[in-house]
């Protein structure tokens, strides 16, 4: 009787508590009037020393309901990485929905509007609906 108890027990627990799921990525647009964020994730999380935010297609959520569980606004970007000697600058390209590289030298580098020029914060949200941030945690501003 106490086995059937302690999984009854165990199974209740188990069916209760969905555990959530995080993410990271680079802001490339920020909608404050709407509370969205569009960032392009990390598909080298595993080894936070060497991002690489190239995971398309861009993932858009909602910033969490309550703004208390969220830090400071990010700042959007274009610019994901910025390798001069060897790879250039990988820019997001919102028209085209890809990514771009060009070399640092260029004139179209440097003809760029600002934003395209710009890193955007990087951001770590915690969320059970893919679309919805529970929490919002703004790594780039975020004081240690």
């Known amino acids: 009787m106490k086995i059937l108890a302690l999984l009854t027990a165990s199974l209740a627990l188990a069916a209760c508590g969905r555990f959530g799921t995080v993410n990271q990525g680079r802001v490339v647009a920020f909608d404050r009037a709407q509370g969205l964020v569009t960032l392009i994730s990390d598909s080298n999380y595993r080894d936070p020393a060497h991002p690489r935010f190239d995971r398309l297609p861009p993932v858009t959520i909602h910033v969490p309901a309550d703004r ?38 260029s004139p179209e580098y440097r ?3 600002s934003e395209a020029r710009r890193f955007g914060d990087e951001i770590r949200y915690y969320y059970k609906d893919p679309a919805v941030a529970l929490r919002l945690m703004n790594v780039t501003k975020t004081v240690e």
């Open 68 to 105: 208390n569980e969220m830090g400071p606004e990010p700042q959007p970007g274009l610019l994901l990485s910025l390798d001069c000697a060897h790879r250039g600058a990988v820019l997001f390209d919102p028209a085209t929905q890809s990514l771009r590289t060009l070399p640092c030298d």
């Open 111 to 113: 003809n760029l509007p």
